[in-house]
């Protein structure tokens, strides 16, 4: 492949530019979809809402999922909230406060015509949810309830308690069973993708393995939908569940699909934080708590006493200190910046010295216990249970941990990845977030995807693009089951001793080291040696134990792991590249002597896509980034 | 600390089962019960045996994945925990565990402590849902649903489809995660159209799929990690009636 494909951004003013778009889209009569399979990977949001949304329009659709039940998937685990722009409140939001808002909070690298779509979409969202019967939080006299999030100065957020993305996930899963039930979606579930197919360089199937009986399986169509989420597992310990793994949008790399902007990840600034070496993941406090709770860390350095006995003048509150009109409520990548930078300088507090107060004390004297049992009740609970300790006696512990990957598959303004025929949905996409992700716009952004603009997108592509039926034994459907099959006979036959978690745990401290709250040039280079060095040992070092039939968990993990190493190195070299700081990737040599992010948009406003190379090191090609209805700011949240 | 696991180890459903004992010598009390899992399973690995297999995914108790029985009690002693969101300081130092999985003819074993719950999206499928297609949806605030109501039908579709209910029930019925469903959106106005024809259809599912019927021990209830109330059962009752 030579270079970048065509983003097909439409012209013209961005406001319309989707209808414009939609309203010149070819269609497919429904009779014949009947006759076009559909290849839907992955059944979060973004996976069910386009497998349920396509099934209904007519076509055969083929879903697979990693899990037991579509509705495990990590989308389930969001809690905030999910942004939309209805002009019904009286605060003055609007489209365009949604579209500057996002563009603004993605720090300006991502592409404002995608921007604005989402925002005309986003109410239309919200009535899908309603009517599916998702209960949404309501006032009293019926009509539903918004709050403000994550730094928003209106209220846009629709929310079911802290388990929206739960309710939201429920509604998709049920409307895709109900297309089960009618007969119009196979469901296979507990199938781990491990190829892509490709056919005269168009997407045309997948290669999978069936995690109870070990078989490898060849699913072939017409198109294939990758909806298989974000990439924080790279880091080992980070907010997602353990089984997302990103060995679906890796593998298409590798076949040919550009990566974009591997280096943007989400540090999330409230999580509980790591109390043994034998933890197993971080759990994401929601960032509501910053409204009510202070943050702050002993004065001295190294100081251990417990916090009720610190004296309120020996005491930092280091966001109000240096963020005096935001406080607390500083934007995620700020607040996890400083708080990383004093635990460094041994101002920590708890085991490790890794984690800094989030103390609700004050709030509770002034409100009452009740008052924020009820606003919290559910993540106090959490703590307890987690931390052994009573949230309302003594201040949380909370640490930055990885949380959302902005970065993902490249895709055009039609979501479709440089590999013709493969589309790529929600967070496994680069689209809207930029460098920095809003607040409750991650699940706003997969049901966007998968309801509405795929369902229309992926049909022109069918509609342009006839092909013959590829059956298994395709020639290509053949090369890819065997180097799966000697992947995974390779895996089982290195006569190491270690487990493959030994290995993901030392991946993990290297990546939040070398790769995470902030990044310097020399730190990355270390980086790289350090992950091509482990790569090398795990390859000799590791014992998969068990057979390639039957349920083998150990080798589940060590096929994810081994693409973690691929995926590791790219994010390295990206954050290498990107010589700036800009939203969530923070290189040290590009700040202003206040320590604030200098972003250059003379030499980086663009998105950087990467091209593998088998045997050499990947090339990187740019996207540069149009703006016509906003222009690019500097953020500043002094 | 240092705590002994009994566990019900079977190769594959058609193979017999039968109970093995491990100890982990020195262990932190900071570690949930499925972390301990893991140092076990590491410990197999580096020994050449065959690790333990559980169900897990989000490790947060939302995802609904994990589940097996703790000395005989679904999720183990905690109320309102999932097995994931139990901590071995639960526990006194010196003791042992009897982990067996999930036990109904509705969900066949598959390994040690998994076994196969796709009965319930089967559930689900027979009538679970409001029929209703994408782009066809009215504007959400043209049917106002009053705070209390949403709360209510909110605290009843927060089911995650761990099964425990399943599992503690002396039946094995299915009873109380149909009635969750049925109550979530037989509450709501999207939900009336289709009220009486999806309780009929996922009760009928419910006896096709092999669970047992309600006998009111309400044992369910005190395992649900949602703390689903039980009073919903009686309410699935009448509405069969209704």
Redesign the interface.
């Known amino acids: 492949m030579s270079g970048l494909p065509d983003p097909r951004i439409p012209a013209g003013p961005i406001a319309d530019a989707w209808q414009r778009t939609k309203e010149g889209l070819p269609l497919i009569s429904p009779l014949r979809k009947g006759q076009i399979d559909v290849l839907v990977v992955g059944t979060g949001l973004a996976g069910a809402?386009a497998a349920?949304?396509l099934a209904?329009q007519g076509y055969r659709v083929t879903v697979l999922s990693f899990?037991?039940?579509?509705?495990?998937a990590?989308s389930?685990?969001a809690q905030g909230g999910i942004n939309a722009a209805r002009s019904?409140a009286v605060d003055g939001d609007s489209v365009s406060r949604l579209f500057t808002d996002t563009l603004k909070g993605g720090d300006f690298r991502a592409r404002e015509s995608g921007c604005q779509r989402l925002a005309e979409i986003s109410s239309?969202i919200?009535?899908?949810?309603?009517?599916?019967?998702v209960?949404?939080?309501?006032?009293?006299?019926?009509?539903?309830?918004t709050r403000s999030f994550g730094g928003a100065l209106v209220s846009r957020t629709f929310y079911?308690?802290g388990?929206t993305g739960?309710?939201l996930l429920?509604g998709a899963?049920?409307?895709l069973?109900?297309q089960?039930?009618l007969g119009r979606v196979r469901?296979l579930?507990r199938r781990d993708v491990l190829e892509l197919i490709t056919v005269d360089g168009v997407a045309r199937g997948v290669v999978a393995r069936h995690l109870?009986s070990g078989a490898l399986e060849i699913h072939t169509a017409r198109t294939v939908l990758l909806c298989t989420g974000g990439y924080s597992n790279v880091y080992f310990l980070s907010t997602n569940?353990?089984?997302s793994n990103a060995s679906a949008i890796w593998r298409a790399h590798r076949k040919g699909a550009l990566f974009a902007n591997p280096c943007f990840t989400q540090i999330h600034p409230t999580c509980i934080p790591s109390?043994?070496a034998?933890?197993?993941?971080l759990?994401?406090m929601s960032e509501s708590l910053r409204n009510d709770g202070r943050i702050w860390l002993p004065l001295e350095t190294g100081d251990q006493r417990s916090a009720e006995d610190i004296p309120e003048q020996e005491r930092d509150y280091f966001l109000e200190r240096l963020y005096p009109s935001y406080g607390n409520m500083a934007p995620r990548d700020v607040a996890s910046r400083r708080a990383r930078e004093l635990c460094n300088a041994g101002r920590g507090v708890g085991p490790g010295g890794l984690s800094v107060f989030l103390d609700l004390t004050d709030a509770i004297k002034t409100e009452g216990r009740e008052a924020i049992a009820a606003r919290y009740g559910n993540l106090m609970?959490?703590y307890e249970?987690?931390s052994?300790d009573d949230p309302y006696r003594k201040p949380m512990r909370i640490y930055p941990a990885p949380h959302y990957t902005m970065g993902g598959l490249w895709v055009d303004y039609q979501l479709m990845s440089s590999i013709p025929g493969l589309f790529v949905l929600g967070e496994a996409n680069y689209s809207e977030h930029g460098a920095n992700r809003l607040g409750a716009s991650a699940l706003m952004q997969g049901l966007a995807d998968g309801?509405?603009i795929a369902?229309s997108t992926v049909t022109a592509w069918l509609a342009g693009n006839a092909a013959p039926d590829v059956t298994p034994d395709h020639s290509a459907c053949r090369e890819a089951l065997e180097s799966t099959l000697r992947r995974i006979e390779t895996m089982l036959g290195s006569g190491g001793?270690?487990?493959v978690?030994?290995f993901h745990r030392e991946l993990g401290a290297v990546m939040i080291d070398s790769c995470g709250i902030s990044r310097d040039a020399e730190g990355l280079r270390d980086g790289l040696s350090q992950v091509e060095a482990l790569e090398k040992r795990f390859h000799g070092e590791v014992?998969v134990?068990?057979e390639a039939a039957?349920?083998n968990?150990?080798l589940e993990k060590a096929l994810r792991v081994s693409d973690f190493f691929g995926l590791a190195q790219l994010m390295l070299r990206d954050a290498l590249a990107r010589e700036e700081s800009c939203g969530a990737h923070f290189r040290e040599e590009h700040q202003s002597p206040e320590g604030e992010a200098r972003r250059d948009d003379v030499n980086f406003a663009h998105i950087a896509a990467w091209e593998h190379q088998d045997g050499a090191e990947p090339i990187r090609h740019s996207e540069t980034l149009q703006f016509t209805a906003l222009q690019p700011s500097t953020r500043s949240y002094r | 600390m240092k705590i002994t696991l009994r566990i019900w180890r079977q190769p594959?459903a058609d193979q017999p089962g039968r109970y093995e004992r491990h100890g982990l010598a020195d262990?932190?009390p900071?570690?949930?019960l499925?972390?301990?899992l893991?140092?076990l399973?590491?410990q197999l690995?580096?020994a050449?045996?065959?690790?333990v297999?559980f169900?897990?995914?989000?490790?947060?108790?939302?995802?609904?994945?994990c589940g097996f029985l703790v000395n005989g009690q679904a999720h183990g002693p905690?109320i309102?925990?999932s097995v994931c969101?139990l901590?071995l300081?639960e526990f006194e130092d010196g003791a042992e565990l009897t982990l067996e999985p999930w036990r109904a003819k509705a969900f066949p074993a598959?390994?040690d402590l998994?076994v196969?719950?796709?009965a319930?999206?089967r559930l689900?499928?027979?009538?679970?849902?409001?029929?209703?297609?994408?782009?066809?949806?009215?504007?959400?605030?043209a049917?106002?649903?009053?705070?209390d109501?949403?709360?209510s039908?909110?605290s009843t579709?927060?089911c995650?489809?761990c099964g425990a209910c399943v599992a503690s029930c002396r039946n094995a019925s299915a009873s109380l995660f149909v009635a969750a469903k049925l109550a979530?959106?037989g509450q709501?106005p999207?939900?009336q159209p289709e009220r009486a024809s999806r309780a009929k259809a996922m009760q009928d599912q419910m006896v096709t799929e092999g669970f047992g019927s309600c006998s009111s021990h309400l044992e369910c209830e005190a395992a649900c990690p949602q703390e689903i109330s039980a009073d919903w059962i009686s309410w699935m009752h009448r509405e069969r009636r209704g």
């Open positions: 809402s349920a949304t209904q899990h037991d039940s579509p509705r495990r990590h389930v685990a019904v239309g919200i009535d899908q949810c309603v009517a599916q019967g209960p949404f939080a309501r006032e009293y006299g019926g009509s539903l309830a079911a308690r388990q739960q309710q429920y899963y049920q409307a069973m109900r089960v039930e469901l579930t109870l569940a353990l089984k109390g043994d034998f933890q197993s993941k759990t994401l609970k959490m249970r987690i052994g309801y509405f369902p001793t270690t487990p978690d030994s014992r134990p068990g039957g349920p968990a150990e | 594959a262990v932190s900071d570690v949930s499925l972390e301990a893991d140092q399973n590491e690995i580096s050449g045996e065959r690790p297999s169900e897990h995914d989000c490790r947060e108790g939302i995802c609904g994945s905690r309102a925990t969101q901590y300081r598959i390994q998994m196969d719950r796709s319930l999206d689900i499928a027979a009538g679970g849902y409001c029929s209703t297609g994408t782009g066809q949806a009215p504007d959400g605030n049917l106002p649903v009053g705070r109501q949403a709360t039908a909110f579709a927060t995650i489809g979530h959106l709501l999207q939900g």
